[in-house]
């Protein structure tokens, strides 16, 4: 693929961790000899090595070995999720070594736009699951969440407590729903769930690193340090797994901050001093921190994206960003002073507005920026051309959720989007025809990493477990999908 285009050899050569010649094969044996040890692939190829651009190893790592799995292309109906829940609490409350003010499930996966009837979870029906343990589910988007009021309770949460900036505790008529909006919101009660002691999660974080490095990843991107422990514990966490004498890095492995993990001091780390004070890339254990991650949005799926058109089956809803232009800006230029890639969330077309609008802005604003660095729109699932054509003219990349063509494509088509908008999720054929940078990544544990499966869904469009194509359009060639 050099230069992004198929470019087959018929051999290559090898010593120890380096290729030392590739070409045709009577050339290469001929600069290697007769000692070589020769292996045929009988038809097979060699690719190079896979980027993954966009996950979130602390959360992938705590599912499923931690929190309960409700895999929700594999589970269909919410009264088989409530079952899970309920044998989960059952084991919870019968074990007599867990104090009562520590008795949580924790379950994640559950998603009401891939169930059926579309069902969503609340409080009143977890504390049917139960009433004596917390009982908190991450929706598979990872930005909703849902409690039981127990959980409530053990988080000391009532319906007087307001909102966290940027989260939302969702009532109705006043009262508290059991519907928790957006990280700052979620964490108000996931901060009261026993963690796993941290050699545990040292160790399931290795083996999920070996998972991918064998699923052909040689590059992963982490999109989100700082969203699962509270103050700079994700910080710590990277250190310890990147680091990691008993299972060295079988990869490499990039990083995007938090904006207020990027400001705190790291008391537990040489130097001490925040990472935004420092020349990016910063290393943290054998990784390197190189970006700020912002969120305009939350979840197509769950209905949390800003769209400019209401949801197809939500006509009164078309989300909401969840943050101010100006605010956004704001924050957007502090850092890119400091040299840091930008990366913003955006699902929705109203987000990728206000994302491209900041962009434009703030690149005007700093004429002498570093122009080596190529700022990022994460996502971008709902779009238009124009936008396309937007982002090609900043020199701005593109990363898309593959996913959601192949596991959400037809509530998508049925139930979020409607037909027309669902042809156009993460529009791949525009990206090429508007020479955009682009990308594909699981946004993990969303989705599992899976480069070729990516690639597959690129030139085909077909939906999970389906011969149907969503949005013919937007196929691309294979040689087109190998270079996101």
Known sequence: MAGGTFSPVEALAIRGTSITATGRLQDVQSLVGDTATMVDLSGQCILPGFVEPHLHLCLSALTPSFLTPLTPWKIKKRSRALDILKEAAEKVINNPNIPDDKKWVAAYGYDPSLIEDHLGLCAKTLDEVSAAVGIFVLNQSGHIAYVNHRAFELANINDNTESPAGGT????????????????????????????????VIR?????????SAKGCTTVFDAGIGTVNPGVQDVYFLAAVTNNQEHPLPLRFVAAVTESVAGEPLPKLDPSIPLGARTPPVSIGNAKVQAIKFWADGSTQGFTAALNEPYYAKPEDCGKLLLDTEQLQGQMSKWMKKGWQLSIHANG??????????YETVFNQLPDRKKDIMHRIEHFTVSNTAQVEKAASLGLGVSHTIGHVYYWGETF??????????????????????????????????TEPDPLLFVRTAVTRLKYDSKEVLGDAQRVTLEEALRG
């Open 413 to 446: 088509r049925n139930w979020v989007l409607g037909p027309e908008r669902a042809a156009r999720i993460d529009p791949i054929k525009d990206d090429v025809d508007k020479e955009v940078v682009y990308s594909f990544h699981s946004d993990s544990p969303l």
């Open 349 to 358: 077309d109203r987000a990728v507005d206000q994302s491209l609008e900041c």
């Open 204 to 212: 399931l974080s290795a083996e999920k690193l070996g998972e991918w």
């Open 169 to 200: 505790l969702v009532k109705r008529d006043g009262r508290l729903t059991g519907e928790l909006l957006e990280t700052p919101a979620i964490r108000m009660v996931s901060q009261y769930i026993p963690p796993l002691d941290p050699a545990t």
